[in-house]
Structure formats: C-alpha cells, structure tokens
C-alpha cells in the first residue's frame, strides 16, 4: 500500500502546479466547508440521539422488566410442581421410623428363641391364679432356662413378688413388668463406642474366641466410621489365618480404609507396632487391631495378646484407647467365662453382641450387665453393614419379651 500513497502524493503535486493560486484557494475553502457541515451534522445526530436515550432506555427497561416478569412466573409455575415432588417425598424423620421399625422388626426374629420360650412359660405359669410361692418358683426357673442367669431371675422374681404377690396377674402384665425391670437394668450398660478427639489415632483392639464375628464387626465399624468423614486403617494381626487376613483386606476395601498386613505366621505385636506407627505418620483418626481368635483357657495364646498390648504402648501410653470384647450370643452362658478370662488379661473397655439372629440365648446380655457392669455399645443381627447398631436397653427388652415396640 505504500507505493500507491506514493503515487497518489506525486499526482497531486504534479496538479498543483497546473492549477492557479487562485483556483486552488477556492477549492481549499469548499473542502473546509465540507467539513465544517459534516460536523454540524454530527454534532445534530448526536444530539438526537442523546435526546431519545432516556426515552429508549425507559422502554428497554420496562421490556426487561416484562421479560424478567414472565421468567418469574414460569419460575414459579414450574416451582410450584417441584414443590408437590418435594412433599411426596418421605421426609428425613419418617425415614428413620421406618428403618427403626425394620430394626426392631429383626431383632425381634433374632431374639425369638429366648421370647418364645419365655413368652409360652409365662402363659402356663400364669392361668387364672394368684401370684404365690409356687408360681414365683416355676417362673424363676423359666428365666434361669431363658439364659438370664440366676442372680437376674432371683431379683426379677423377688420384685415381682413385692408388688403383685397374691394377687391375680395377667400373662401379659408379667411380660410388661419384666421388660419395665430388665430395660432398667440394661440401661446402665448400653452405652454408644465413643471415640475421643484427641487422641489421633483412636487404636480400637478387638478381642475374642474363633468364631464370635470379630473380623466381619471390624468391617461393619470401619464402615461406619469411614461414612462419616473418619480415616480409617485396619491392621490384620490374625497373623495365623490367611482366610481372616483376606476377609479384613475386602472390608478394608469397601470401607475405603488403609490396610497392614503381613507374612503369614508373623510377629503379631510386631505388626501392631508398625500399623501404629503407620497411623500416626498418616494422620489416621481410628486404627482397628484386630487379633487372633483365642480360646480363653489357652494360657499361651492369652499371653501373646497381652504382649501385643505391651508393644503398642512404647508408642502409646494410653493404647489401645478401646478393648473391644466380641461375644457370640449364642453361646450363651460360656460367654461369662469368657467376659471373666479376657477381662483380666485385656483389660476389656466394651462389649459387643454377635449372631442374635434366630439360635441366640439373648438372656445372656442381662447376667453380663448383671455381674460386670461393663458397657455394651453394640448388637449384631446379621452379616450386613446395617445389621449392626448401637444397643437400646428399651427395643432390647421389648423384643426379648416378646412385646410390641
């Protein structure tokens, strides 16, 4: 483009010179009045559009508002439609009745066995007749049989006895009455796992012989926990079962934990102190040490939990800040035995009740609270994650009794 400004410039020059003074002047003065016009013009359009302005942006306004106006209707037509979706929807508290209907529904099916027999006694003993000696000894005997122990069926009976002796009861009314007093009774020991804070990890060591559930509870725990925000690690130091140590590793997984393992046959204190380590480096809010199965006569193998015990606490002073003790209800009376042996040995802070399902002695839960006042933070029911929750003294009762909720 340059070279044609150049041209166009000589041109012009090469015209200048053959146009006279005068000619030239007069051109100059038309181009200056053309463009004195054209700024006039400029000058009125802007001032007219200037003018119009106020008026334009008044109308677009009110087309905003309009437009605006009818967005809000649709908004609220449309609204209005969500807002009956919301109210067909179950609200958050409905909810949770119904998923404590269907838990209460389920421990009553796991506590039939005990209910049953209890509920069938109490309907033979109590015919039509006053409350005297004989009815008080034939329905001692019924719970001693129900798995609530002696020390229970003796001071049940002796209450029963001060309020109703000689009078006429009802099967049903004895049903109620015992509830009322096992629910009393077990309310001092129901008591939630609650973690402290504070102490990063929490190191939860669960105990307990072959067979009671321990590993699939530390699943359901580490589940639960893990759905709350919490990091989790699990330490397999069954270091004796590879079927353990794989079943634990598929919880880890489904509970988005951390997970220590190691050879099998291995140190399992050795273990413990490196999980611990591990959750402390990692900042691990609760580290579940789950242990061999051991029989609680079997002196040798009772030590060795004792030893996992002593290691940890070169990391830890307070460790493990819960002992948790799994009992089998199915067992029924051995489970004091049990409860005896590794209270000793572990210094056990909880208990939590497996299997009652359908076989379980669910009268044992009273003689434990009975005799060793240790909490009870839990009840399982079954194998899924839900099937273990925190123990109500009241739903227990009811269910053992055979009672509505």
């Not at 530390?218 to 925000?229: M, P």
């Amino acid at each position: 483009m340059v070279w044609l400004i150049r041209i166009k410039d000589g041109l012009l020059s090469k015209i200048r010179k053959k146009i006279s003074k005068k000619e030239l002047e007069s051109i100059e003065k038309t181009i200056q009045e053309k463009r004195i016009k054209k700024i006039e013009i400029t000058k009125d359009e802007n001032w007219k559009i200037n003018k119009v302005k106020p008026e334009f942006h008044e109308e677009k306004h009110k087309t905003d508002e309009l437009i605006q106006e009818t967005i809000e209707k649709k908004k609220t037509f449309f609204g209005s439609f969500k807002k009956k979706e919301e109210l067909k929807k179950i609200p958050k508290t409905e909810e949770n009745k119904e998923k404590k209907k269907s838990w209460f529904k389920n421990l009553k099916t796991g506590l039939f066995k005990s209910s049953e027999k209890i509920s069938q006694g109490v309907k033979k003993i109590f015919v039509n007749k006053k409350l005297d000696i004989q009815t008080l000894n034939d329905l001692e005997e019924l719970l001693i049989m129900a798995d609530l122990g002696p020390m229970a069926a003796e001071k049940l009976t002796a209450e029963l006895a001060n309020e109703k002796f000689d009078k006429n009861i009802k099967p049903k009314e004895v049903k109620v009455f015992l509830a009322k007093k096992i629910e009393e009774t077990l309310e001092k020991v129901a008591k939630p796992l609650i973690l402290n804070n504070s102490k990063i990890p929490s190191v939860v060591l669960v105990v307990g012989v072959n067979g009671t559930g321990k590993t699939t509870t530390i699943g359901k725990l580490a589940h639960q926990y893990s759905s709350k925000g919490k990091k989790i690690m699990i330490a397999a130091c069954d270091t004796f079962r590879a079927a353990a140590v794989e079943q634990l590793q598929i919880w880890a997984e489904r509970s988005n934990a951390e997970f220590v393992k190691g050879e099998q046959g291995c140190d399992a204190a050795g273990l413990a102190y490196e999980a611990l380590d591990k959750a402390k480096s990692k900042n691990i809010d609760v580290l579940f040490i789950d242990t061999a199965g051991r029989v609680q006569n079997r002196t040798e193998l009772m030590e060795e939990l004792a030893k996992i015990i002593r290691v940890i606490r070169k990391l830890d002073t307070q460790s493990p800040h819960h002992c948790l003790l799994i009992l089998d209800a199915t067992t029924g009376q051995n489970a004091l035995n049990q409860v005896e042996i590794f209270k000793e040995i572990a210094e056990i802070s909880g208990l939590i009740v497996t299997k009652l399902d359908g076989s379980a002695k669910g009268g044992i839960l009273l003689s434990i609270g009975e005799k060793f006042e240790l909490p009870v933070h839990a009840i399982g029911i079954g194998e899924k994650i839900e099937d273990l929750q925190s123990f109500e003294a009241q739903e227990f009762a009811k269910s053992l009794m055979g009672l509505e909720n």
